[in-house]
């Protein structure tokens, strides 16, 4: 044993001794020429380095150096500056006066990928031939035969077409290279963008035995974090498995096997597309859960309507102030096919809910958009036009059997009423909230209530209760309790009111019409309902008036203080003024008639 420990010690004194030397030996800016040539046999880019290199012996053999800069030929900027740079290197070449680099670590550094760092051909250069599919490609592979490359605290800025920069700041990234150029990653980072934030990190495999013609990705785990403005109060949060594939050449992209989580939704399928020249996307997903109410702002949104107004800003800056989404809706042409089982919308469950939607460019049609709530089913085709300063757009609902209370929801209005409703409507107007919506929006449509429970003011049953007081002489039996039968009619919304023109439905033994308006902006409404009962007991005299006068019933005000009026007192007092008097002409004519003649 001790015979080891002495051998272990002089071995470990060699090899101190040996580092030693190398460092007094060898001079690391004897390489600074030899770096720079192989990065520009490599890539072309010139290595510029900055200062003294100098020699860093623990816990690696390293080379460190200041400021460095990566520059392509013919460009104004440099594509990557860092502050700092490790090389750490291999031993035994050393040995020979080689240099063989094992892993780069980048601090501090940043990456541009802009039109300035953009590699230019000089004027009169020759020009290579097209390469064939067969044949090798110049710097195919890695730049550098590295085992290992870290960048860290760094910031990335990209441009997209468009002139639209994203900075991804705090970033870090770490390659390991295994054979056959292909290795692990992991990444991190955050983009900030009109207050908006994204938090991001991903790991996974890396395929670059293609590349420069095809970049492959496996991403086995990945988290993302978003939140800001036109976002849900909670932001979205979640993870992502999937395979994707990048072709530099052609600025293209490719996703399978994609399986995503947000809050509490999740989405599978395949995405491809490309982001230049013109931003494209395609993507077919499925869903067993999608709770669009936790995933667009607007779509639980409800905005009060005693609030003050907002006046809009003018809009006086181009795409470039947009929201990160919006300025991808703005530019990009997508084709996007959407299969849910079960979706959430504006509080509302959906069943087998399906999404066809192409958009060119700010210009969205919503093809498709269908589904099932309760017993009934529900169209929503329409058209979303992002291109002018103000969203406009324009859909043609067709709801069939839709349960009146959420609709009311949906409309801020008392859920005093129960029922199924039918419509088919054509409505047009500028955003997508439920404000926008309310106060913004016009247009028309037919509908049908079906099933209409009134409770707790039972229409019949207060006429009933109303003739009742007012007179002995007749009453309504069991009309009290007869259900409202089926209305139909029509309705037509101006920005801020919705207008009944027409209300009218009819049963054996009850009519009903009805009219008025409903204020979004006020909170208040006036609707008149004319009640016709059939079939009334008691004075005959009574019964007729009352089977051929429609009774007025009008609710008016605001409808959290809603209040209404039923003038029976003054339609059967106007009846009996009227039945005295024709009694007064009658005995006038008798005692005419009776008079002794003179």
Not at 378 to 385: C, E, R, V
């Amino acid at each position: 044993m001790k015979r080891l420990i002495t051998t272990l010690a002089i071995l470990l004194v060699v090899i101190v001794a040996g580092m030693t030397a190398l460092v007094l030996l060898v001079n690391p800016n004897d390489f600074r020429g030899y770096m720079a040539q192989q990065v520009a046999k490599r890539s072309g880019y010139q290595l510029k380095l900055s200062g003294e290199l100098r020699w860093h012996v623990w816990p690696k053999l390293s080379i460190l150096s200041d400021q460095l800069s990566l520059t392509a030929p013919g460009a104004s900027q440099p594509a990557v500056t860092a502050e700092n740079m490790r090389l750490d290197v291999e031993l035994l070449p050393l040995l020979s006066h080689q240099l063989k680099v094992s892993q780069v670590l980048l601090k501090n550094a940043v990456i541009r990928d802009l039109p300035s760092t953009a590699g230019e051909r000089q004027p009169g250069s020759p020009v290579g031939p097209a390469e064939g599919p067969g044949s090798p490609a110049v710097g195919r592979g890695w730049s550098f035969d590295i085992a290992r490359l870290d960048i860290v605290d760094s910031l990335f800025v990209w441009q997209d077409a468009s002139g639209n920069q994203m900075n991804f700041r705090d970033l870090n990234l770490s390659v390991r290279q295994q054979k056959n150029k292909q290795g692990q990653f992991d990444f991190s980072s955050r983009v900030s963008r009109n207050q908006q934030n994204l938090q991001l990190t991903v790991s996974g495999n890396l395929d670059a035995s293609q590349y420069p013609q095809q970049l492959g990705l496996q991403v086995t785990a990945s988290g993302y974090q978003i939140s800001g403005v036109d976002l849900p109060a909670n932001g979205i949060n979640g993870h992502a498995v999937f395979n994707a594939i990048w072709r530099p050449s052609g600025q293209q992209f490719a996703v399978s096997g994609l399986s995503l989580q947000a809050n509490n939704s999740d989405f599978s399928g395949n995405i491809d597309g490309q982001l230049q020249p013109v931003p494209r996307l395609r993507a077919r997903l499925v869903s067993d859960t999608a709770d669009f109410d936790q995933l667009l702002a607007s779509a639980g949104s409800s905005v009060s309507q005693s609030s003050p107004h907002v006046v809009r800003a003018p809009v006086i800056a181009d795409t470039a102030s947009q929201p990160l989404q919006q300025t991808w809706l703005r530019t990009a042409n997508m084709d996007i096919s959407i299969r849910a089982s079960n979706a959430i919308w504006r509080g509302l469950p959906l069943a087998h809910l399906q999404l066809d939607t192409t958009a060119n460019q700010g210009l969205i049609n919503i093809n498709t958009l269908t589904g099932q709530s309760g017993a009934g089913n529900f169209s929503l085709p329409g058209q979303i036009d992002l291109r002018p300063a103000e969203m406009q757009v324009s859909f043609s609902p067709v709801l069939r059997n839709i349960e009146l209370q959420p609709v009311l929801a949906f409309l801020q209005l008392p859920q005093a009423v129960k029922g199924t409703l039918t419509l088919n409507g054509q409505f047009r107007g500028n955003g997508l909230s439920n404000n926008d919506i309310l106060n913004q929006w016009q247009g028309e449509a037919s509908l049908g209530i079906d099933q209409l429970d009134t409770a707790p003011f039972n229409l019949p049953q207060m006429v009933s209760d109303a003739v009742t007081r007012s007179s002995d002489r007749v009453q309504a039996g069991s009309l009290a309790h007869s259900p409202v039968p089926e209305l139909n009619g029509r309705i037509s919304l101006t920005p801020g009111v919705l207008k009944i023109t027409q209300l009218r439905g009819e049963s054996h033994d009850m009519q009903l019409n009805g009219q008025g308006n409903i204020s979004f902006s006020a909170r208040s409404m006036d609707i008149t309902f004319a009640l016709l009962m059939k079939n009334w007991q008691g004075d005959s005299r009574l019964v007729q008036l009352l089977a051929d006068q429609p009774i007025p019933l009008r609710f008016y005000g605001p409808w959290d203080k809603l209040r209404y009026a039923l003038p029976i007192g003054q339609l059967l007092n106007g009846d009996m003024r009227n039945e005295l008097r024709n009694r007064l002409n009658r005995w006038t004519d008798h005692t005419d008639r009776t008079a002794p003649q003179k």
